[in-house]
């Protein structure tokens, strides 16, 4: 007799960047006995994010926390937790931080998990600016506008996001283009909190500029 599929349902309303919640759809290819429901009075699982409240009434279910902001997966409601943090809790915690999910970051290496190599030269050479940065959010314990005005006193600094546009208020359309014009891009967290690594410093890597960063003071235990 074949097992019944296991029915997996996303709660969650919350979307910080394009590609977030794909790795969701590709439950059913990774593990073929997963189906995916809209509807969270069928599901076995319920996936959800902190800011989510509807899944609480449906208490049958697994619920499945997965936290991409600086908070701790709270273990008092859930059953099983995703984040950024490196915690020790058995079967129920599993690190995997948001950049994990991106296809930029995947880009960045070979099948066998090597890093693709890249003409440095060449890149180094079609650089048209000294800085990039795009920021929407720099409320950052003021460190971002630190190392803004720190790299502007040395030369301009090219501002793409809503936070100090250098181009009368008008956002880039294309964010890795805009990053790539840099040698250098300002990349900086909301926070600096052990572990928080997000897509800021991958949105660098894969723009083949240099991060300056700001945030995880271990952030060396993911990028060296």
């Known amino acids: 007799m074949s097992q019944r599929p296991l029915k997996v349902a996303l709660n969650t309303t919350h979307v910080v960047l394009p590609h977030e919640h794909d790795w969701v759809k590709n439950l059913p290819v990774w593990f073929p006995w997963v189906s995916l429901t809209d509807s969270l009075t069928e599901a076995d699982v319920i996936l959800h994010t902190f800011f989510d409240e509807e899944w609480r009434d449906y208490p049958d279910a697994i619920a499945v926390e997965y936290v991409w902001e600086n908070v701790a997966p709270d273990f008092n409601h859930a059953d099983y937790a995703i984040s950024f943090s490196r915690l020790t809790y058995g079967d129920r915690h599993l690190r995997y931080p948001l950049f994990c999910f991106l296809p930029e970051f995947h880009a960045l290496f070979a099948e066998d998990g090597t890093v693709i190599p890249f003409d ?83 949105d660098a890597f894969a723009a083949r500029t240099v991060p300056i960063y700001w945030g995880a003071p271990n952030v060396a235990e993911d990028f060296n």
């Open 120 to 202: 440095a030269h060449a890149e180094a050479a079609a650089k048209t600016c000294f800085c990039t940065a795009v920021v929407s959010n720099p409320n950052r314990d003021g460190a971002c506008a630190r190392l803004f005005d720190l790299l502007s006193a040395h030369k301009p600094v090219a501002s793409g996001g809503k936070w100090r546009n250098s181009f009368g208020g008008k956002r880039v359309d294309d964010k890795r283009a805009f990053l790539r014009m840099g040698k250098f891009t300002l990349a900086c967290e909301n926070s600096a909190v052990p572990d928080y690594v997000t897509e800021k410093i991958v």
